[in-house]
């Protein structure tokens, strides 16, 4: 899986878009980009991914550069509850039924200042 | 949906003594991973299982560590003999495998609230 690179923290005001980078230059034609967010004491929560198109939840907005070196999370109007650590994570598709492993990183510290 | 559930949420032990984490994954979920994270070494994966089998142990530390999963529905990460620098909290995953956004597979993993051991 390609390695990502992410800012070690961030800050943010809070109601502002939250915009948090992430390289991955080493990515493959096969491999989507992930994102999930770890509030403090609680286990990961899926953000949303994408292959090589944006992406739009309810949560976020992942925008993808078209030769998908880097990626963006976009959290629209940040909350108090958006201050998390944020990790993106790189990694090939997989088949059907079976799943694989998530390689976590350092991740990214977003603060929402009030 | 309760979630991915574990048990206990704490555990504090001393030093030789056996420890038992348990992980209930969501119902329908074919694949169960076990995580580890502490301050030095971040968020790591222990094992993980796909359809009760176990496919990737390599993350085990030793074998101190052993994992089951004897059903569908149960999970548990075993330490015999515990010692400090196992304490950590651990995470329990799971998967369906199928992903819930309509897309077609993606690994949408689920966690649990983790259990905090402290090995004294």
């Known amino acids: 899986d390609a390695k990502t690179t992410q800012p070690t923290s961030m800050d943010c005001a809070e109601g502002r878009a939250a915009n948090l980078p992430c390289n991955h230059s080493?990515?493959?034609?096969?491999?989507?980009v992930y994102w999930y967010r770890q509030i403090h004491s609680q286990g990961p929560q899926y953000i949303i991914h994408?292959?090589?198109n944006n992406e739009t939840n309810e949560m976020a907005s992942l925008i993808i550069t078209e030769d998908r070196k880097s990626s963006t999370l976009i959290l629209p109007h940040a909350t108090l509850r958006d201050t998390a650590v944020y990790y993106c994570?790189?990694?090939?598709?997989?088949?059907?039924?079976?799943?694989?492993?998530?390689?976590f990183g350092s991740g990214t510290q977003l603060t929402v200042l009030p | 949906d309760a979630g991915v559930i574990q048990s206990p949420r704490h555990e504090v032990t001393e030093m030789g003594q056996e420890v038992t984490l348990r992980c209930k994954p969501i119902?329908?979920?074919?694949?169960l991973f076990w995580y580890r994270q502490t301050m030095m070494r971040g968020l790591e994966l222990l094992i993980y299982?796909?359809?009760?089998?176990?496919?990737?142990d390599s993350g085990m530390p030793e074998d101190r560590f052993s994992a089951k999963m004897p059903n569908a529905s149960f999970s548990t990460l075993k330490i015999q003999p515990s010692e400090p620098r196992d304490s950590a909290v651990y995470f329990c995953?799971?998967?369906?495998?199928?992903?819930?956004?309509?897309?077609?597979?993606?690994?949408?993993?689920?966690f649990g609230p983790g259990t905090r051991l402290t090995v004294l």
């Open positions: 995953a799971s998967s369906s495998g199928v992903g819930t956004s309509g897309k077609g597979p993606y690994n949408e993993q689920f």
């Open positions: 119902s329908g979920h074919n694949s």
């Open positions: 994570i790189v990694r090939v598709a997989f088949s059907s039924g079976s799943a694989r492993q998530l390689t």
């Open positions: 080493t990515i493959s034609g096969n491999e989507y």
């Open positions: 994408g292959l090589k």
């Open positions: 299982f796909n359809n009760n089998v176990p496919i990737d």
